[in-house]
């Protein structure tokens, strides 16, 4: 846990240090450097954390106020990710990070280091502190208006009451003695702040007219940390009911569908586009997550665990999927500079369409990508819930199960299109190599989805109770299908060479 506590502070010294220094290039690598070091500090702690069932904590005591930071299995699969990613972001901002003014990046680092704190704090004062810094970070860095602002303080002030009220029942505001104690008016005033606030810092958006770098963090880090909150405050109740678990399902489904309806593949403003996808992302987390409660309800093992894992891979996909979709095209789209002129090793690489059809690929779910084992993982959940003589549960899981499948329709419909927004464009090296990075990881992560959940398996096994069902052989006949369309796409592309050869 030292580790951990020190890439902590590693994270906010590089947001307030970097202040002090004129030089615009050298405060960019001395931002890179720190988000190395600290991204290397929280990632080794959390990939042991996601090998075992073992949570480690750092304690302080200040006058009769214990704050303590755990590490845990539930948090380590998002810490770990987001540890890279931050890294790989802040590689590609170089343009952006060495012009802005030190505001905007203090406001970036500041998220970022909100971020990985509100992973690992227990105090619940200290929690609610830290989501109005993070809240605050990101409507400063959109250059929000007072609106929004005033907007995300009322969710802040849901999130406060709620814990006030924890207090007065409890006598307690640490987390580690709150199993089972969260009740259901309280977990809807933390659901309530959470997504008000999210919202808010969503909205803010409409009117920025920035670069990348905060919508990278927004996309990568900001909207899984709301999901994590949502997670954890779940495992804290462990009693779920009906009404919370439809409030949930319903708000997953309308961000959902709005994100894709109003999808305009025409819209010049790419990061747009890419935002509205993120938001259907965002929208599937909450889906499992709600039939994970319905899992928990009825009783059902599998359908608690596979939708449970489903969320994670969603996770896994907003972390390291939508970031690499941005920077996929940021050469054309951000305001990156001058370009390379063109090189020999530039003949060998794939065009801006390919890259875009991988990280696209991701998103929607399709073969042979990590998305469609977390849809994958969705499904069996459903159809493992068919299985509960529960008419009313029944009906909700077909209704869940037509509205998933007209969502992922209506989505490659809007992106029908995106493609033709792209045409081959020269690349710096290391972004093509970083970008050919990504690529590698979808591909194996999406073809050995068995290999993938490994990653999950620990924080799901302690959120189901201590009981553990992994779909192996669900998975392992998903990696059957992936490799199997892999071929197949291959045999028709080379088929096509073949005859476009003989023609000429």
């Known amino acids: 846990m030292g580790l951990f506590f020190t890439a902590l502070i590693l994270y906010f010294a590089a947001a307030f240090v970097q202040v002090l220094f004129k030089n615009s290039t050298f405060r960019y690598y001395f931002l890179l450097a720190v988000t190395l070091l600290a991204g290397i500090f929280a990632g080794i702690p959390a990939f042991k954390a996601v090998r075992s069932l073992s949570s480690d904590y750092i304690n302080f005591v200040i006058g009769k106020v214990n704050l303590t930071f755990?590490?845990?299995?539930?948090?380590?699969?998002?810490?770990?990710?987001?540890?890279?990613?931050?890294?790989?972001?802040?590689?590609?901002?170089?343009?952006?990070?060495?012009?802005?003014?030190?505001?905007?990046i203090l406001y970036a680092c500041t998220a970022v280091a909100s971020v990985f704190t509100l992973m690992s704090v227990v105090n619940a004062v200290l929690f609610t502190v830290i989501f109005e810094i993070l809240i605050l970070s990101f409507l400063l860095l959109f250059k929000a208006t007072k609106k929004y602002i005033i907007i995300s303080q009322i969710g802040a002030v849901l999130i406060a009451c709620a814990f006030g009220v924890i207090y007065y029942q409890t006598g307690t505001v640490e987390f580690g003695k709150l199993f089972g104690l969260i009740t259901p008016p309280v977990f809807v005033m933390i659901f309530a702040g959470v997504l008000i606030s999210a919202c808010s810092v969503i909205l803010s958006?409409?009117?920025?007219?920035?670069?990348?770098?905060?919508?990278?963090?927004?996309?990568?880090?900001?909207?899984?940390a709301f999901a994590y909150v949502l997670i954890r405050f779940l495992f804290l109740w462990r009693t779920p009911e009906e009404?919370?678990?439809?409030?949930?399902?319903?708000a997953g489904f309308f961000i959902a569908y709005k994100s894709v309806i109003t999808f305009d593949s025409s819209e010049p403003d790419f990061r747009r586009s890419v935002l509205n996808i993120s938001y259907k992302n965002t929208g599937l987390m909450l889906i499992a997550l709600s039939i994970a409660m319905f899992g928990m309800i009825l009783k059902n093992l599998p359908t608690t665990a596979c939708a449970l894992f489903a969320v994670y891979f969603f996770i896994f996909n907003q972390i390291i999927g939508i970031p690499a979709l941005l920077i996929s095209v940021r050469n054309k789209y951000?305001?990156?500079?001058?370009?390379?002129?063109?090189?020999?090793?530039?003949?060998?690489?794939?065009?801006?369409?390919?890259?875009?059809?991988?990280?696209?690929?991701?998103?929607?779910?399709?073969?042979?990508?990590?998305?469609?084992?977390?849809?994958?993982?969705?499904?069996?959940?459903?159809?493992?819930?068919?299985?509960?003589?529960?008419?009313?549960?029944?009906?909700?899981?077909?209704?869940?199960?037509?509205?998933?499948?007209?969502?992922?329709?209506i989505t490659v419909r809007a992106l029908a299109n995106l493609f033709h927004q792209?045409?081959?464009?020269?690349?710096?090296?290391?972004?093509?190599?970083?970008?050919?990075?990504?690529?590698i990881v979808f591909l194996l992560a999406g073809l050995f989805p068995h290999i993938t959940i490994e990653f999950f398996v620990a924080p799901v096994f302690v959120f189901c109770g201590g009981n553990l069902f992994v779909p192996q052989v669900m998975l392992?006949?998903?990696?059957?299908?992936?490799?199997?369309?892999?071929?197949?796409?291959?045999?028709?592309?080379?088929?096509?060479?073949?005859?476009?050869?003989?023609?000429?």
Request: proline fraction near 3%; charge should be neutral; hydrophobic fraction near 55%.
């Open 243 to 250: 009404f919370i678990s439809y409030m949930i399902l319903v």
């Open 70 to 104: 755990v590490l845990d299995n539930i948090a380590a699969p998002i810490i770990l990710f987001l540890a890279v990613t931050v890294f790989l972001i802040n590689l590609n901002c170089t343009n952006y990070l060495e012009k802005s003014f030190k505001k905007d």
């Open 334 to 409: 951000g305001e990156t500079g001058a370009v390379e002129e063109q090189a020999v090793w530039q003949k060998f690489l794939p065009s801006d369409k390919f890259y875009c059809g991988i990280f696209l690929g991701t998103i929607l779910s399709i073969p042979p990508f990590a998305a469609f084992a977390g849809a994958g993982l969705m499904y069996s959940s459903i159809l493992a819930g068919i299985e509960v003589k529960n008419a009313v549960f029944l009906i909700l899981l077909l209704i869940t199960l037509v509205l998933m499948f007209l969502l992922e329709v």
């Open 205 to 224: 958006y409409t009117y920025y007219k920035g670069n990348d770098l905060p919508v990278f963090l927004l996309t990568g880090a900001g909207l899984p």
């Open 476 to 504: 392992s006949n998903l990696s059957l299908i992936n490799i199997s369309f892999l071929l197949m796409v291959f045999a028709f592309y080379l088929l096509r060479f073949l005859l476009t050869k003989e023609n000429k």
């Open 422 to 439: 792209f045409n081959n464009y020269k690349k710096s090296l290391a972004n093509a190599l970083l970008i050919s990075g990504f690529v």
